[in-house]
């Protein structure tokens, strides 16, 4: 399985300082409150076939069991066996994980891998996870397509049924390929990377697109491709704005991607993020997405390895605890989270948004 934490050497920017944080027992016992009854929730709303919200497919069911083992459930226990077994059923002869009747191919797929990597005792799910790998390759947007490497839908990963890849989708891919055992030397990632790279608001010797010159603040948005489209809209000048949410994602694809910390690349999104550091809302998209964010915040960070963030006001963050914190006032009484400010992108559903929650949690582990 790959693991998050070996990455930490890997890129250390000087928004980071070195010292660890005293432990802090507030945040520890609210922390496993917030997990404790998350997870009971969660498996409170699992059908009978092992499913959470079949409707989306294996998708919604991939991270709820993904969340639940992230957080200390055994592989083993009912609801996540269950749910393994759900998400196996629907493996396809072309070695993808999705539910034929829906579009979303690369993100089923890419999120059953990584639900597969979390369990994979002794290869159990090996051969399985191969075939996934190899899926989501021919899948990839490239020459095997007839994309050339000069088109700004290169390397990326998108749904069906919008007919061009997006940064959201490439950033499952690029994790989907380091749980299925490919270094950041792969040629896939290295695709991945090229789409990344054309997705940052950085105009440089990787990004020549249209949109790269106009802002050039550093951040991310959704895709350079089929003319361009950022979530947040566009700017004044005709540009596509940045947000928090495809900047984390676009940091840690980097990260994975092994892309140094002196470049370029990495000093102009980590000056955006010290920029829009906040955790009352996703900047530049306010409460749409905020749990997608709150957990794109965490695993991002966390690949990072540092305990401390400083923003541009010389502020520094012990952003575990302050994620605890934020997630655990968010809870219902019943255990759920659901983002009631905002239900765009399935953000009314219970059990995605739970499995969001929980995900992020598993990622601010105080030792």
Request: overall charge negative; glycine content about 8%; aromatic content about 10%.
């Amino acid at each position: 399985m790959f693991k998050l934490r070996l990455l930490s050497a890997v890129v250390l920017s000087a928004a980071f300082v070195g010292h660890l944080p005293a432990q802090n027992t507030d945040s520890v016992a609210e922390r496993a409150q917030a997990i404790a009854s998350g997870s009971a929730f969660l498996i409170s709303q699992q059908h009978p076939n092992g499913a959470f919200n079949p409707e989306t497919g294996t998708a919604v069911t991939s991270l709820a069991a993904t969340s639940l083992v992230r957080v200390g459930r055994s592989p083993t226990d009912a609801a996540v066996s269950k749910a393994i077994e759900y998400v196996l059923s629907k493996q396809q002869p072309d070695g993808g994980i999705y539910d034929e009747r829906l579009k979303f191919r690369n993100y089923e797929t890419c999120l059953a891998v990584m639900l597969l990597a979390e369990v994979n005792a002794n290869g159990k799910y090996d051969e399985i996870i191969k075939k996934a790998d190899q899926f989501l390759k021919q899948l990839q947007w490239d020459e095997t397509e007839d994309v050339d490497i000069s088109s700004e839908s290169y390397g990326g990963g998108g749904y069906g049924n919008h007919q061009r890849p997006d940064l959201s989708n490439t950033a499952f891919l690029i994790d989907a390929l380091r749980a299925a055992g490919n270094d950041e030397d792969s040629e896939a990632i290295q695709r991945a990377l090229i789409f990344v790279s054309r997705s940052q608001n950085l105009e440089s010797e990787h990004n020549k697109t249209a949109f790269a010159a106009i802002e050039n603040d550093g951040g991310f948005y959704y895709t350079p491709a089929a003319g361009g489209s950022s979530q947040a809209g566009e700017t004044a000048r005709g540009g596509l704005r940045s947000y928090a949410s495809m900047t984390y994602a676009g940091l840690k694809s980097m990260i994975y991607a092994g892309v140094k910390k002196d470049d370029k690349r990495v000093k102009a999104a980590v000056k955006w993020l010290q920029q829009n550091y906040d955790l009352k809302s996703n900047p530049g998209l306010e409460a749409a997405g905020l749990y997608y964010y709150y957990h794109t915040f965490a695993k991002s960070l966390d690949a990072f390895g540092e305990a401390v963030f400083v923003d541009d006001k010389g502020n520094e963050h012990d952003w575990r605890k302050e994620l605890i914190a934020e997630i655990r006032s968010r809870q219902k009484p019943n255990g759920a989270w659901v983002n009631s400010a905002n239900e765009r992108w399935m953000e009314g559903n219970p059990e995605l948004v739970t499995s969001y929650a929980l995900l992020a949690l598993s990622y601010c582990e105080i030792k």
